[in-house]
């Protein structure tokens, strides 16, 4: 269902600001929850965002609006360059899913009166580079999306998960968009640390296009949002194997299965000319 009006100070406020291109205030949370951990066990790479404790959110967030964040699976892994050091070259990325972690308004001392019941309509989805090998440019067009429905029942905090299955040759984005808030006072939003963060990593879009999420927050050189990707190097489709599982033909085992192959060969032409 699609709302066109929002009865809260955090609404009328962002409204405000759209008008004079100011940059919004995010919200501080009140006790701030921990990161989730990923499950034991998990197979290939997972490249989690965060890089600190959480501290943030934004209740503003209009039906529609948008969170976007940059994943690269050829990070180091280490604080700041989140990955699993994985490389492009002859490979490709196949995507299993992604998470991310919202709250309610409870989560911040419900500022609107926010009771934390209703739900949220809400779709993650996969972005290319709007300009290949720039993530400066932000997010193109959504190659893949899931849209489900979250149940708020005043928990706080939520970790939203959803299967994916795109398959990618670099850098992209996973998003966010919040698609419906019922009742409509009952806002559900991404969260994010208080560590600096470059420019390109993550973006916001609140209806009037993709911002950079450090020209779009006051002080939103801080914050990585809480979300992980996952999935898994693979074989470029129709290209070589990776160096890593190419096979050596000048190894013992190998140069054993090829001799073996020669005199199967030369068996058959000896029966043949029989």
């Known amino acids: 269902m699609s709302k066109k009006y929002k009865y809260s100070f955090a609404a009328v406020a962002l409204a405000a600001s759209s008008l004079s291109l100011a940059q919004v205030t995010a919200d501080s949370l009140v006790n701030a929850p921990a990161v989730p951990e990923q499950p034991s066990g998990v197979i290939g790479c997972v490249v989690d965002n965060p890089q600190g404790s959480i501290t943030s959110g934004f209740l503003?967030?209009?039906?529609?609006?948008?969170?976007?964040?940059?994943?690269?699976?050829?990070?180091?892994g280490d604080p700041g360059d989140p990955g699993c050091a994985g490389s492009f070259g002859g490979q490709q990325f196949r995507l299993s899913g992604a998470t991310f972690l919202v709250a309610d308004g409870t989560a911040f001392s419900s500022p609107n009166g926010e009771t934390g019941i209703g739900t949220t309509t809400y779709t993650i989805s996969v972005h290319p580079l709007a300009t290949p090998g720039d993530p400066t440019a932000g997010p193109a067009a959504a190659i893949e999306s899931v849209q489900q429905v979250l149940n708020m029942d005043a928990s706080a905090t939520y970790n939203l998960a959803a299967t994916l299955e795109s398959v990618v040759t670099g850098p992209f984005f996973v998003a966010i968009t919040f698609n419906d808030f019922e009742p409509n006072s009952e806002?559900?939003?991404?969260?994010?640390?208080?560590v600096a963060r470059p420019l390109g990593r993550q973006f916001a879009d609140n209806g009037s296009g993709f911002v950079d999420h450090t020209d779009f927050f006051n002080n939103g050189n801080l914050g990585w949002v809480v979300m992980s990707a996952s999935g898994d190097f693979e074989p470029l489709a129709g290209g070589p194997l990776p160096e890593s599982q190419a096979v050596n033909v000048n190894s013992p085992w190998a140069m054993a299965i090829l001799m073996m192959l020669v005199a199967g060969f030369g068996l058959v032409i000896v029966r043949r000319a029989i």
């Open 60 to 76: 503003g967030w209009s039906e529609g609006g948008t969170h976007a964040v940059l994943v690269d699976p050829t990070g180091t």
């Open 187 to 194: 806002v559900a939003t991404t969260l994010w640390d208080g």
